[in-house]
């Protein structure tokens, strides 16, 4: 099959969270599985592939109403990465730092949509599947149905999987004369709530809608962000999928951003060098547990709760733990967990920024991974944790509860019911005894290391999915 992922992140190019991840590693088994993968993302100010290894494969210019857009397309020629990746180059738009938070984002993402399709269109042959991710690309498959424009797209089958339902990418209707000349008996279709809304009309003219968990599939038909209804309508042509991981960079035994490689059978000796370099970096205490959080430093991920609980938690077991955080989000959460740095020296420390080299250090190095997520559509930092040998301690929600199941059921981590302080500390207490009983601690440890969550496994799922809708 020929595929088409259109994205905003695809790792190593861009990468803000989990779409990156999976966007970068999905087409690359796709393609080991024989099928002819290309992913398409714009292009940003970013510091990962250098402009002189792309190739431009088209060129054109996107028009917004009276604001027009030159742009080109540009094929990545260093074939680092296994499978076709294209960058859409559109200056004005795109050539700034950040992948997202600008007051132009609408503008933004409808021009890259816009400047893909101009361009799949413009090829002599059409793919088996154009999938879409999140409401950056929530447009397209209108726009594939009812443009004229790209008419020549319209029996290609589309595929909408939700990273995250939070961002819907709305605007008002105001702002209408953006899109393409399309069948005005169809506006309808782009509106819920009164506005435009990206992801509801994806969800609408999907071939198939996809969520990154079965459970967060559950959970959205109750709670979905003003969407549950249309959730609700759409079950028939809609899946939950677990997300998989990629096992070749995230890699214990071969990983070059640790400082000591192992197996299962060397867990104790490399966790160990790992934690010790950890703390000679933050000022902990490699003889403690060490209780590590990575991740937006937001409320959805229970960020807000980490000061309270850290602040609750050292002082109840002063000495006996250590916590480290690497994040950056939320001004106000970063200043409370920048402020327990005075009162907890030497047992806690905190990096506010984004730092991919140290978050592989802090997998590798760390005894247990706090997640006190609010929503969690999939959560890939728990298998990464698995797969290090470190225990996840997770709040039950969306995938966290379709990958960990509690020590006392047996499981691989530690899960509490309540995004709060009282089930966060709860839980660290919880974990303290069980690094204690050191046989249990490493068992638990060994049946998290021992799962499987490769996308070997979980693509086809992906494949069949495409095959039912291309028959
Ligand atoms: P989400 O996509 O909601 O942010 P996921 O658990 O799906 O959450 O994926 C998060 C990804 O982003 C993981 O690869 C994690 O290691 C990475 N990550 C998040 N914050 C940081 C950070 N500050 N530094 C380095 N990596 C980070």
């Known amino acids: 099959m020929e595929i088409f992922h259109i994205a905003a992140e695809c790792y190593p190019v861009a990468k803000v969270g989990g779409l990156g991840d999976v966007v970068g590693s999905l087409p690359k088994y796709q393609n080991k599985a024989g099928h002819l993968v290309r992913v398409v993302i714009p292009q940003y100010e970013t510091k990962f592939i250098i402009e002189n290894q792309f190739d431009t494969v088209f060129s054109g210019v996107v ?39 600008y007051e132009d984002d609408i503008e933004r993402f409808v021009a890259f949509q816009m400047a893909t399709l101009d361009w799949i269109s413009s090829r002599n042959n059409v793919p ?18 009812y443009a004229a424009k790209y008419e020549k797209l319209r029996t290609v089958s589309t595929v909408i999987t939700i990273h995250n339902a939070i961002y819907q990418g ?16 169809k506006v309808t279709v782009l509106e819920w709530d009164n506005r435009i809304n990206s992801l509801a009309t994806a969800i609408k003219c999907a071939s198939v809608v996809t969520t990154v968990s079965p459970n967060f599939l559950n959970e959205i038909n109750n709670f979905g962000y003003g969407l549950e209804s249309l959730f609700n ?14 096992t070749q960079v995230w890699n214990p035994e071969k990983d070059k951003m640790v400082v000591a490689n192992y197996t299962m059978r060397t867990v104790d000796k490399g966790k160990q060098a790992n934690k010790e370099q950890l703390c000679s970096q933050f000022n902990l205490d490699p003889t403690k547990p060490l209780f590590s959080f990575i991740g937006r430093l937001l409320e959805e991920k229970g960020a807000d709760l980490l000061s309270h609980a850290a602040a609750l938690a050292l002082s109840e077991n002063y000495k006996e733990i250590n916590i480290l ?49 609010r929503v969690e559509p999939c959560g890939l930092n728990q298998m990464y944790a698995f797969r290090y040998g470190t225990i996840p301690i997770v709040r039950r929600t969306g995938g966290l509860k379709d990958t960990v199941i509690d020590i ?36 638990v440890r060994k049946i998290g290391m021992n799962m499987d969550h490769s996308w070997e496994r979980v693509c086809q799922e992906y494949i069949d999915l495409y095959n039912l809708t291309t028959n």
């Open 63 to 101: 028009q917004l109403g009276n604001f027009n857009f030159p742009f080109t397309i540009k094929k990545e020629s260093t074939a680092i990465l296994e499978f076709e990746l294209y960058v859409v180059q559109i200056p004005e738009l795109f050539d700034r730092k950040d992948v997202y938070g």
């Open 128 to 145: 088996d599947i154009i999938h879409c991710h999140d409401h950056h690309t929530g447009l397209i498959p209108f726009m594939m149905q």
């Open 233 to 246: 309508m759409v079950r028939h042509k809609s899946k939950g999928i677990l997300n998989g991981i990629d």
């Open 325 to 373: 955080i690497l994040g950056s989000g939320n001004t106000e959460i970063e200043n409370q967990l920048s402020h327990l740095l005075a009162s907890f020296q030497g047992n806690y420390n905190v990096f506010i920024g984004y730092d991919e080299e140290l978050a592989h250090l802090i997998y590798a190095g760390s005894d247990f991974l706090l997640m006190p997520s």
């Open 408 to 443: 006392g059921d047996n499981g691989n981590g530690i899960c509490h019911d309540q995004a709060s302080i009282v089930d966060v500390c709860y839980s660290i207490r919880r974990a303290v005894d069980l690094y204690k009983d050191k046989k249990s601690f490493k068992n």
């Open 170 to 185: 709305q605007f008002g209707f105001d702002k209408l004369y953006y899109l393409p000349e399309f069948d005005l008996s």
